[in-house]
């Protein structure tokens, strides 16, 4: 696993521009080297901020949208089209506006669907099975970018403190009891982020700072997910100042003005 590197930007608006300036080009280069780009998304405040500015640059459109392979980290378990579905917020910050391959969007399934949590879970971890091939080396894709939000709490997709899905093995889990609403959720299981080439954890505000300090650290994941939060071969913790007002010099942290 990666050793996180840490960027910070003044402010949460400069941080979505900032970050999704900097997916624009990763999923240009990945495309140029391999034909196609695999990307998780993530809910939550910055993230959604992240994808509308990505539909707001004129440099979306050296974008292959129809090779790329979107998935989430975590999804809400409501019905399509509720508002705080992360899947809706995505839509209307991005996908709807550009011209993706509905086949290559991977959605984690609502209620509506018929499934019970645990159902749309195990059809989701199917999924991810099936587009895994040999060189991944496990149950789900090597993906290119794994966006992750952080959570006060430091958890990371639906991933919270103390709950037993922190232990699951399998590609994706159902989790009940969530402390932020809604109560039903179902999530990308840590081997799965873990298996990313590159995680990309994004935070903002002051209430996440005591949650990003304890990520860089060596905390538990049962305690602070978010210190499991890391990719393959890069990770990266990109911060507006106030999220980054605890870290430790030592981090090596690398700043903009
Ligand atoms: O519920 C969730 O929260 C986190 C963080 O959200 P934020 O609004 O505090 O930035 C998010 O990463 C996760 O995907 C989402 O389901």
Do not use: C
């Not at 050793?3 to 240009?28: F, G, Q, S, Y």
């Amino acid at each position: 696993m990666s050793v996180p590197t840490v960027i910070i930007h003044r402010d949460a608006d400069v941080l979505a521009k900032a970050v999704a300036a900097r997916l624009i080009t990763r999923l240009v280069d990945d495309q140029a080297a391999k034909g196609s780009a695999s990307l998780v998304l993530t809910g939550g405040t910055v993230g959604i901020a992240t994808l509308a500015e990505i539909s707001a640059s004129p440099a979306r459109d050296a974008v292959d949208w129809r090779n790329l392979d979107i998935w989430w980290g975590d999804e809400r378990f409501l019905p399509s089209g509720d508002s705080e579905r992360n899947e809706t917020g995505a839509r209307k910050a991005l996908l709807d506006n550009v011209d993706v391959d509905p086949a290559r969007v991977h959605v984690m399934r609502g209620p509506d669907s018929g499934m019970t949590a645990e159902e749309s879970a195990e059809a989701y971890a199917e999924e991810l099975r099936r587009a895994s091939r040999p060189e991944d080396h496990g149950p789900a894709p090597s993906f290119d970018v794994l966006m992750l939000g952080m959570g006060p709490d430091g958890h990371v997709a639906s991933l919270f403190p103390g709950m037993p899905a922190l232990y699951d093995t399998r590609p994706a889990v159902a989790v009940h009891g969530s402390p932020k609403p809604p109560p039903t959720r179902i999530t990308l299981s840590l081997p799965v982020i873990q298996g990313a080439r590159e995680v990309w954890v994004i935070a903002a505000g002051e209430e996440k700072s005591a949650a990003v300090r304890l990520a860089l650290s060596e905390s538990g994941t049962m305690q602070v997910p978010a210190a499991g939060a890391r990719g393959r071969q890069r990770t990266l913790f990109l911060l507006d100042r106030a999220a980054a007002s605890k870290i430790p010099a030592s981090l090596g942290r690398i700043s903009s003005p």
